[in-house]
């Protein structure tokens, strides 16, 4: 049976969450935060505020050293080893460093995400052809990555991250090596996801990529700073 502690409408719930590194690097300090299903949320902080090591602790790639992570009404950390994959299905993760297979061509990169749950190979030819193209790499679909640019290897981990439809997509700065218009083809097909009720958690420094319709969770040495709606936000904003 699954737990359903939280409202049903909560996909992502961070419960006074740290990180310290061993020996003693404290990434990120008593965090707390929920996501709602659907919702589209930037998060934002200096380099070292614990963007990365917050997403890793979602998908559970690093665990917390305190607190709760709870991941569509299940507390991660009980999720065993052998049931991982129930959770790495519903999450697409684009990592900072992306992660792709040098000497695996792009299309074979892509089709890592969607050959574990058994899609057809039809299914997962179109699904790659559509991406590329959305993301205006259709020329390097049977190119290795070794022989990319960051640009066009940033996309393709991108392309993965969501190729398998996941409920949630977290994005390690996804616009990191991109010009202003490759940036407005991810934020398309991201602002695509989104329309289609995927939950879409960014981290980035890049602050063109979002506007105030969006909400924006910021980190400062591992800590919350959540602006409010408030007169005292005025006063930030004005300040930066
Ligand atoms: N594997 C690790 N071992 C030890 N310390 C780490 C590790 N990963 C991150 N850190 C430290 O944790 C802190 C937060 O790092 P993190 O990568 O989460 O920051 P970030 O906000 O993603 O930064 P950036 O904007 O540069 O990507 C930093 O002080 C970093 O040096
Ligand atoms: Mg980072």
């Known amino acids: 049976m699954e ?19 061993a020996p003693d690097v404290q990434a990120l300090a008593d965090i707390t935060f929920s996501v709602n299903k659907g919702e589209m949320i930037f998060l934002t902080g200096r380099s070292g505020a614990g963007k990365t090591t917050l997403l890793k ?33 519903k999450i697409g993760m684009a990592y900072q460093d992306f992660k792709l297979l040098p000497e695996r061509t792009v299309a074979a990169n ?12 039809s299914f997962i030819i179109k699904r790659t052809r559509e991406l590329l193209e959305q993301l205006g790499l259709q020329a390097k679909i049977n190119t290795p990555a070794a022989e990319l640019s960051r640009g066009e290897q940033q ?23 991109l010009d202003a218009e490759t940036t407005e083809r991810v934020m398309s097909l991201f602002d695509d996801l989104h329309q289609q009720g995927t939950t879409l958690l960014i981290a980035t420094h890049d602050t ?19 602006p409010q709606a408030t007169d005292s936000d005025v006063s930030l904003q004005v300040t930066n």
């Open 208 to 226: 063109s990529i979002y506007n105030q319709q969006h909400r924006v969770i910021q980190l400062a040495f591992g800590q919350q700073n959540t």
């Open 57 to 89: 602790l979602i998908s559970k790639v690093e665990s917390p050293t305190k607190g709760m992570v709870e991941v569509d009404g299940i507390d991660i950390a009980k999720i065993p080893k052998r049931n991982l994959y129930s959770l790495r299905r």
């Open 3 to 21: 737990q359903q502690k939280q409202p049903p409408n909560i996909i992502i719930d961070l419960i006074k969450v740290t990180k310290i590194y």
């Open 110 to 121: 892509i089709a890592v995400s969607m050959e574990v749950v058994y899609r057809r190979n």
């Open 155 to 177: 996309r393709v981990s991108i392309a993965r991250a969501v190729a398998n439809y996941p409920k949630i997509i977290l994005a390690d700065e996804p616009t990191g090596n």
